[in-house]
T-cell receptor, first 117, second 112 residues
């Protein structure tokens, strides 16, 4: 089954304790992305990756890091989490522009609900 | 990307057609109209997209006006499981980050 998986699904942590949220897709997609969703603010892009070893900042990258060492994985790293990073996080993937009929048919993971106290 | 305007909420009786409008009066010629939905805190799900012509797939139909300034997503026989927030997104196909601007969407409530 084609899917994007995220782990963990729920996480409660304390300020300053480094954490990693994993994201994996099994569709051989070049493009992967992280969003956060907050009430009243909608979904905002954090980072994206056009392919292996190619990453770039989205709209709200402060406080986050990413890496893309393999095509299928795109982990989100919070080196020193703070309470304002409490949010619902989604990973997404898609084929790159020019490949396939629907370049913006992004596939989203189930979400990771993070609470930083 | 063009801005979209959607009603904040709508109701629909189960079994009836749900017609969700979207205004995108500043759309440019190379921008596509995409619809996604998000069922209570789950990951958004792609529904359909179009450029100029009306489109239909197994989930929905998309009607785009001739001047492309507005569109309507039609769920022909709404079920309770269609209760979700529906997002209309206008996006040009370019290699500039692929970010989707979801906006606030329309919260559709399907009632028995």
């Amino acid at each position: 089954e084609a899917q994007v998986t995220q782990n963990p699904r729920y996480l409660i942590t304390v300020t300053g304790k480094k954490l990693t949220v994993t994201c994996s897709q099994n569709m051989n997609h070049e493009y992967m992305s992280w969003y956060r969703q907050d009430p009243g603010l909608g979904l905002r892009q954090i980072y994206y990756s056009m392919n292996v070893e190619v990453t770039d900042k989205g709209d709200v990258p402060e406080g986050y890091k990413v890496s893309r060492k393999e095509k299928r994985n795109f982990p989100l790293i919070l080196e020193s989490p703070s309470p304002n990073q409490t949010s619902l996080y989604f990973c997404a993937s898609s084929l790159r522009i020019g490949v396939g009929p629907t370049p913006y048919e992004q596939y989203f993971g189930p979400g990771t609900r993070l609470t930083v106290t | 990307d063009a801005k979209t305007t959607q009603p904040p909420s709508m109701d629909c009786a189960e079994g009836r057609a749900a017609n969700l409008p979207c205004n995108h009066s500043t759309i440019s010629g190379n921008e596509y109209v995409y619809w996604y939905r998000q069922i209570h805190s789950q990951g958004p799900q792609y529904i359909i997209h179009g450029l100029k012509n009306n489109e239909t797939n197994e989930m929905a139909s998309l009607i785009i006006t001739e001047d492309r300034k507005s569109s309507t997503l039609i769920l022909p026989h709404a079920t309770l499981r269609d209760t979700a927030v529906y997002y209309c997104i206008v996006r040009v196909n370019s290699n500039s980050g692929y970010a989707l601007n979801f906006g606030k969407g329309t919260s559709l409530l399907v009632t028995p």
